[in-house]
């Protein structure tokens, strides 16, 4: 029972083509994320939706689009990529509720990861 | 400013003994959680502890322990009777009372020798 799956696990392509990153979760969680983790490990939050509402846009180019039908799904397109678009992208889901203490039931689920390689 | 600074980014532990991975963060906020990760080569990252800033006692799962000091901001995790097995990156992060999301430290390398 995957908890959090993203597909694909692996994609390489050129320079300037359009590519997605699907992403579901089974878990019941209100939130979803999608992280980019750079070649020193170094793990950025890019967007999260929750209950298919954007709530958080950090700095990302806009050829970065999220998309989520529903509270299960968070995709992310990319268009133009580019070199320094090269990364492993994660997806997470938790359960987050802002009026309440933190508790270990915002803990963060996350996806096996896609690979990016950008040629 | 980086709120999670985890200053050692590699480390050697002997196969059996305990170590120590620094995690300090910055809030002004009361209410807060602490969380740490492990990410194995094969890329997955694993929930390990969790730590309530309101939470009296240190947390511990299994052999991972957590060396909570509030008034220092520091969320120390304690990895006793190491086992090759947790050679891994591991990330210390935090949930501030009011935002959805997990801010993460740069990540401590641990390798273990047999």
């Known amino acids: 029972d995957t908890a959090v799956s993203q597909t694909p696990k692996y994609l390489v392509t050129q320079m300037g083509n359009d590519k997605s990153i699907k992403c579901e979760q089974n878990l019941g969680h209100d939130t979803m994320y999608w992280y980019k983790q750079d070649s020193k490990k170094f793990l950025k939050i890019m967007f999260s939706y929750n209950n298919k509402e954007l709530i958080i846009n950090e700095t990302v180019p806009n050829r970065f689009s999220p998309k989520s039908p529903d509270k299960a799904h968070l995709n992310l397109h990319i268009n133009s990529l580019e070199l320094g678009d090269s990364a492993v992208y994660f997806c997470?889901?938790?359960?987050?509720?802002?009026?309440?203490?933190?508790?270990?039931?915002?803990?963060?689920?996350f996806g096996p990861g896609t690979r990016l390689t950008v040629l | 400013a980086q709120k999670i600074t985890q200053t050692q980014p590699g480390m050697f532990v002997q196969e059996k003994e305990a170590v120590t991975l620094d995690c300090t963060y910055d809030?002004?906020?009361?209410?807060?959680?602490l969380f740490w990760y492990k990410q194995p080569s094969s890329g997955e990252m694993i929930f390990l502890i969790y730590?309530?800033?309101?939470?009296?006692q240190n947390a511990t799962e299994g052999r991972y322990s957590l060396n909570f000091q509030k008034a220092r901001k520091s969320a120390n995790l304690v990895i006793s009777a190491s086992q090759l097995g947790d050679s891994a990156m591991y990330f210390c992060?935090?949930?501030?009372?009011?935002?959805?999301?997990?801010?993460f430290g740069a990540g401590t390398t641990v390798t273990v020798r047999a």
């Open positions: 997470a889901s938790s359960q987050v509720r802002l009026a309440g203490l933190p508790s270990s039931y915002n803990e963060q689920f």
């Open positions: 992060a935090m949930r501030e009372v009011n935002d959805y999301k997990l801010s």
């Open positions: 809030t002004s906020d009361q209410s807060y959680g």
């Open positions: 730590q309530g800033s309101y939470d009296e």
